[in-house]
Structures are given as structure tokens and as C-alpha cells.
């Protein structure tokens, strides 16, 4: 009898971890993420248009973290943030390519992402959310009292994940993002300021398990 309740209570215990893992809704994922800038400005000295004055951003690598919650069968969310990289802001166009400034951001990105019909192991989604990207610290060059503001930005997002056991999974993952902020500082004593068009393209690969 003993024999017996122990083998069904180990039984219900397989079977209710068994049930916990099938009914898990979230899940982490830790991977690199490329940060490719497709980078314009409009610039402006003293309140004069600079005509064909631009900038561009250097490209960055992240480590990065990502949460997901299966909302349904059919839909998902997911955030993503990583640990704040650094651009190199230069001068584009008809102005000189000088460094103009650094800058440390920090964005995150929150998707709704929507299952399309699973290809054998391949489980393809695609989705759109929101970005915030906060500047954590503005490093002066050749412009000095080098700003630039924080901004929000819609994002689309498209992406596939892998099973590599019950537990275990990959991904990767697309998401562009149309990114416009302001920055300023000085050039000698004059006043540049710029509208300035980042519209980067993150690239993300990763390795996750649901929890």
C-alpha cells in the first residue's frame, strides 16, 4: 500500500512538472544584438540651415536580454533591453567627417508579435511595438556641451525561434526601428543644433528557456 501511494505520488509529481512546463507563459533570452544606424541630419549654425549638412553613427554590438509571455495561442509579448553601448556621432555630407561627439544610450523595445504557421522545427512571428531610447551620458569632441535628447520611436519586428529540448530554445530576430532625435552643442562659439535620423536596424540572435 505504502509501495503503491509513493508510486502515485511520484507519478502525480512527473506529471504535474510535466503540465507546469507545457503551461509556462514566460520565458528569457540572453544573445548578442547587432545595432546598425541608418543615419541623416538636418544641421543647422546660429539658426542657418547647413545645406547638405549631415551626420552619421557608428554601429555597435550589445550583449542582450530578452522576456517573453505567450499571451495566447496566437500572440506574444516580448521586451528586449541590453547593456548601453556607445556611438560615435561624425559629420556626413558636406560637412568634414570630424567626430562631433559620443554617446551612450541606453533603448529597450516592446513588441507584440503575432504566430505565423510553425515550418517543422521553425516557429516564424511577426509583430510592432514601441522603443525607448534614453541617453545615459553624452561624451564632448570637436562640438563641446554635446546633447542629444531621449525619444521614442515605433518599431517592427519579425523573428523565428528553435527548439532545442522541452526547456531550451533559439531565436533570432529583426527589428527596425524609425528613430528621430535632437541634439545640440557648440562649434567654437556658434550654436549647432541637429534633427538627426537613426532608423537602426537591430539583429539579434539568442539562446532562451521558458520558465
Known sequence: MIKEAISLAGLGMLMLSTAYAEDSRWSYRIGATNVAFDASAKVSID?????????????NNALTFDFGYIINDNWNARLIF?????????GAGTLPPILLGRVQYAPAVLSATY???QMGLIRPYVGAGINYTRILKSKDANLTSFDADHAWAPVLHIGAEADINRDWFVSFDLRKLYLKTDASGFLGPQVATARVTLNPLLTSIAIGRRF
Not at 541590453?82 to 561624425?90: A, E, M, N, Q, Y
Request: avoid cysteine.
Open 47 to 59: 539658426g542657418t540651415r547647413v545645406p547638405g549638412g549631415s551626420a552619421d553613427a557608428s554601429d
Open 115 to 117: 504566430n505565423l504557421p
Open 82 to 90: 541590453g547593456i548601453p553601448p556607445t556611438t560615435k556621432v561624425t
